[in-house]
């Protein structure tokens, strides 16, 4: 037994995690609000940057501009200084002079003239000697040439290594003596880096006063309704209205993070799955609004048990409630608890239950714990509801379908490859064939065992409503190719009349797009239906009222058959191998069958026996009123291997010569 101060241990570390879950839970809802602001600001910041560059360069261009206006004009002087004397040598004194003293400025770091040859002109050494030589030092600055050339001006900045760093460059062109020079000019460029330091400091304090305005004006204006807004689509996103429950999209990633969270804590975990029982009869005869309350009421009731536990509405009628820290034996006290509450706070409402438990330091994944549950929830309802039933108690009669399979028959379901197959139904008296049953089957390459299979998967994640449609659609396609008359028996699962997704008005036109007669189209109701009675008569009944034929599937089978022939509509009656079979011997078996035939016969109903396969069965069949088991011939058809398989092939029936015996079948 658990010590207090370990029991003391334990119950602070749940706390430290329910902390920890509560602000990762808050950091979650606002974390739109806080991506909103940090996206504002780095918007904001590469704004600030951006016009930073662009004041930047748009000063350094007005700058240039303003330069080369200014020496263009420090040019004409030139070319007028040059032109006032008469001595040549004068004239060149004169033009250098005022180059000299351009350079003597202080924001210029120099000043140059250059010839056609990219030569400097100085000032002679010699100033008494006219030829002496003016040329000093060549220049290859391409700008020169292209200025002497072309008699255009060129401004820019450049970057020198040295002391001055960047700086400034004009080259003006200039006509002296009728000969082209250039005129350089290189400005000091620290006045720029001035200013533009000064314009960034400027808009920095300018920017964070703009940034914390801006960001109370977008909160205050429109940021605190966008954010409320968020969150209300993220609550509708994640939370079922109704309930306001978590929806399925948040229930699988609290699974996960339950699963992860036990294993890593090494502590037990209980999910449940929970499914109402008999609610759409209290929506078909009460009205939904009804039901709304009544689903409202439960999840009231699934939320009144401890706080650590966590209540989902994943589905019409079902729900989910995972309970961190919970054993077997606590999971099944507390969902029982919450049984007997709605039991007596909603007249009476009842459901049923399936847990699963991941026990400590068992590594589990979400699937399977969940397919666990599930497994138990169909063992509970399958037993007759209001049950609530722990998958280890039925583990070994029950099979637990891996995640692959369920992947497998979402593939089916998304995109379907079937083949379908038809089996002949013969009229037994006139050797004719009455109809074709259509059977689908799953392409190989979804690793499915046949369409049996392939529909116990759809059953348990409450999907064959689906997969039946899809079959039906798979036959009708190929509908066209039956001969003659001949009728196409299509099955029904239950799941299509407990989902409503059979509708009749649909299943009209689909039979019609595909040239077909619905009065040829004969709807296979099975005896097994879940269904309630009245929903199946009533559904029937509408369906039949529509040109469709009915027929009650596998009678004799279980126990609602001679139930659902007293009060279903059917125009066929189609009694079950198993009582085919064990009547040709067993007197109990015919006296089943001759009760069928007779409730069959009270409805003026054609009676098929399936599962003909050999020729004992077909004699027995044919001749059971010489064995003084029935008066008349009563049987009218028959359907079973010996009689054909089921083959895609329709070509291959090949219809017996009529009015012939028994033995040339």
Request: aromatic share 6%; hydrophobic share 45%.
């Amino acid at each position: 037994m658990p010590s207090n101060s370990m029991l003391t241990s334990i119950g602070r570390r749940r706390s430290t995690d329910r902390l920890r879950d509560l602000v990762g839970a808050r950091l979650r809802r606002y974390s739109f609000g806080l991506r909103l602001t940090v996206a504002l600001g780095v918007s904001m910041a590469l704004l600030l940057g951006a016009s930073q560059v662009f004041f930047t360069k748009a000063i350094t261009e007005q700058l240039i501009d303003q330069g080369a206006r200014f020496y263009a004009s420090e040019g004409v002087a030139i070319e007028e200084a040059f032109g006032g004397g008469d001595n040549t040598a004068d004239k060149f004194d004169d033009a250098l002079d005022l180059v000299d003293s351009m350079a003597d400025r202080p924001e210029i770091v120099s000043a140059t003239l250059f010839d056609a040859d990219s030569r400097e002109v100085r000032l002679p050494r010699d100033a008494t000697r006219a030829d002496s030589k003016r040329q000093g030092r060549r220049d290859p600055n391409p700008t020169f040439a292209a200025a002497i050339r072309e008699g255009r001006a060129y401004s820019g900045l450049e970057v020198e290594e040295g002391e001055h760093g960047s700086h400034f460059e004009f080259v003006i062109p200039i006509e002296l003596a009728g000969k082209p020079y250039a005129l350089e000019v290189d400005e000091d460029g620290s006045g720029l880096h001035a200013q533009v330091a000064d314009l960034r400091d400027k808009t920095m304090i300018f920017s964070t006063i703009a940034l914390v305005i801006a960001m109370g004006l977008f909160y205050f204006v429109g940021g605190r309704a966008l954010a409320r807004r968020h969150l209300q689509a993220l609550k509708g996103a994640t939370r079922d209205p109704l309930t306001d429950l978590g929806n399925h999209s948040m229930f699988q990633e609290e699974l996960d993070r339950a699963v992860a969270y036990a294993i890593r804590r090494q502590e037990p975990m209980a999910l449940a799955l929970i499914d109402l029982d008999d609610f759409k009869f209290v929506n078909d005869r009460f009205g939904h609004r009804r039901g709304d309350e009544v689903l409202a009421g439960v999840a009231r009731v699934l939320q009144s048990g401890r706080a650590e536990d966590r209540a989902f509405r994943i589905g019409g009628d079902e729900f989910a409630l995972l309970m961190p820290g919970s054993d077997s034996g606590h999971a099944r006290v507390a969902v029982g608890r919450l049984l007997d509450a709605a039991r007596s706070d909603h007249d009476a409402t009842t459901f049923s239950a399936g847990i699963a438990v991941m026990a400590p330091g068992v590594s589990s994944n979400p699937a399977a714990l969940w397919e666990q549950a599930d497994a138990a929830l169909y063992e509970g309802k399958r037993t007759g509801g209001e049950e609530v039933v722990v998958f280890d108690q039925v583990a070994e009669k029950v099979s637990v379908v891996t995640p692959q399979k369920v992947h497998a028959l979402r593939s089916l379901l998304a995109e379907p490859q079937l083949e379908v197959a038809f089996q002949p139904i013969w009229k037994l008296q006139e050797r004719d064939v009455l109809g074709f049953e259509a059977l689908s089957r799953p392409w190989d390459g979804y690793d499915l065992d046949g369409s049996a299979e392939a529909f116990a998967i759809a059953e348990k994640i409450g999907r064959a409503h689906e997969l039946d449609a899809i079959c039906r659609a798979a036959a009708l396609e190929r509908a066209s190719e039956l001969p003659g008359d001949a009728l196409l028996f299509l099955n029904v699962h239950p799941q299509s009349l407990t989902h409503n997704s059979l509708n009749g008005d649909r299943l009209v036109r689909a039979v019609k797009a595909v040239g077909f007669d619905p009065a040829r189209v004969v709807l296979e109701i099975t005896e097994r239906s879940e269904a309630r009675l009245d929903q199946v008569i009533a559904d029937a009944r509408r369906l039949r009222g529509l040109g469709f034929g009915l027929a009650l599937d596998d009678v004799g089978a279980g126990n609602n058959g001679l139930e659902m022939l007293r009060d279903l509509p059917v125009d066929y009656v189609k009694i079950d191998n198993s009582v085919i079979t064990a009547a040709v011997e067993d007197p109990q078996a015919q006296a089943v069958l001759v009760a069928i035939i007779a409730y069959a016969r009270r409805a003026k109903a054609f009676v098929i026996a399936e599962g003909i396969e050999s020729e004992e069965i077909l004699t027995f069949v044919e001749h059971a009123h010489d064995l003084d088991v029935m008066r008349d011939p009563a049987i009218d058809g028959g359907q079973g291997f010996l009689l054909g398989r089921p083959d895609p092939d329709l070509t291959k029936v090949h219809l017996p010569p009529r009015r012939k015996q028994v033995a040339d079948w």
